[in-house]
């Protein structure tokens, strides 16, 4: 048996469970996570779209020759950069890595897109210099960028 398949076995059952135990609750908690799922959905399918496009407009190869191992560094840099100007939820970036993967990207520089895309923020650092000021939402980003070439050096050696 599939986890997938365990994972909405155990699902289904604690849903069952709190139902029985306070039906009110349960439904106020499905409402909620409607709400939730409606709330997600229309950036979750731009990014599904967009990422249909890419790899509809590029093959493997074109793939391959900007973020693939043989890009080496640019292409390091050029998935970073992406990464740190990108807004995108983790639950739709891993699986985006994944197919790009697939269609030829190198560990390296996939590693270096999701570092930055989860660590760099170009696009909300004004909301951080906000809070935490100026001085501070630089260098944390500058670290965080170096940190994901770093992370992207390390997935190179080892994959």
């Known amino acids: 048996m599939s986890s997938t398949i365990i994972f909405y076995l155990l699902a289904s059952t604690a849903l069952i469970v709190s139902f029985v135990k306070d039906k009110n609750n349960t439904k106020m908690a499905l409402k909620k996570a409607w709400k939730s799922f409606e709330n997600i959905l229309p950036q979750f399918l731009s990014i599904l779209i967009l990422i249909g496009i890419i ?37 739709i970036a891993f699986p985006l890595a994944a197919a790009l993967l ?36 630089l260098i944390r980003n500058a670290e965080a960028f170096i940190f994901s070439l770093i992370v992207a050096f390390v997935m190179g050696v080892f994959l």
């Open 55 to 91: 790899l509809a407009i590029l093959t493997p190869e074109q793939i391959s020759d900007i973020i693939g191992q043989e890009s080496g560094w640019m292409g390091v840099i050029l998935a970073s950069m992406v990464g740190a100007i990108t807004l995108i939820p983790g639950f």
């Open 102 to 137: 697939k269609s030829g990207a190198g560990y390296m520089q996939i590693a270096s897109f999701i570092s930055t895309l989860m660590m760099v923020g170009i696009v909300t650092i004004p909301l951080e210099m906000k809070f935490f000021g100026k001085k501070a939402a």
